[in-house]
């Protein structure tokens, strides 16, 4: 099963970027740590950063036929972006929208997420764990421990 890991703005700035909020690993060390869990999963991921929303938009829109999940930081795009809320909803690829820090905790215009209701669930506030508890998600949607069992021929 094949998984798109998309990063939106400023998140290629993570472990400078305000670390009291976002930590201090790195995308590249983050990447590298979904990653590992992917494969425990018997998940495939594949990464994609983007500041720009266009770009962003374009790369929602051919994962459909390509990728049975998106796990997707949108950043401050989650907020506004209705470009983006479009092409989730029009991709058809399951999409869990993923936050590093809690939104709900923090500036008012952060709480409110366009985004979110095309999405097959939310998750944030967990730092990295976010996107490792989406990856838990989808392979719990993919029947868990039988799909696992049945990769790994147990």
Not at 57 to 78: C, E, H, K, L, M
Not at 139 to 149: D, I, K, L, T, Y
Request: net charge negative; charged share 15%; glycine share 10%.
């Amino acid at each position: 099963m094949k998984v798109l890991v998309l990063h939106g703005p400023n998140l290629n700035l993570l472990g400078r970027r305000e670390p009291e909020i976002y930590g201090t690993k790195t995308l590249d060390q983050l990447n590298e740590e979904i990653e590992a869990l992917a494969s425990q999963l018997g998940l495939e991921v594949e990464f994609f950063q983007s500041n720009h929303e266009g770009v962003l938009i374009d790369r929602i829109q051919q994962a459909a036929g390509t990728y049975s999940w998106i796990v997707f930081n949108p950043g401050a795009f989650s907020h506004y972006s209705y470009a983006l809320r479009d092409a989730i909803a029009g991709a058809g690829v399951p999409t869990i929208e993923v936050h590093l820090s809690n939104i709900q905790a923090r500036e008012e215009f952060r709480r409110h997420s366009v985004i979110a209701p095309v999405c097959a669930g939310q998750i944030s506030g967990f730092g990295a764990a976010s996107y490792f508890l989406a990856l838990y998600a989808i392979f719990e949607r993919a029947g868990g421990v039988q799909a696992q069992n049945e990769l790994t021929g147990f």
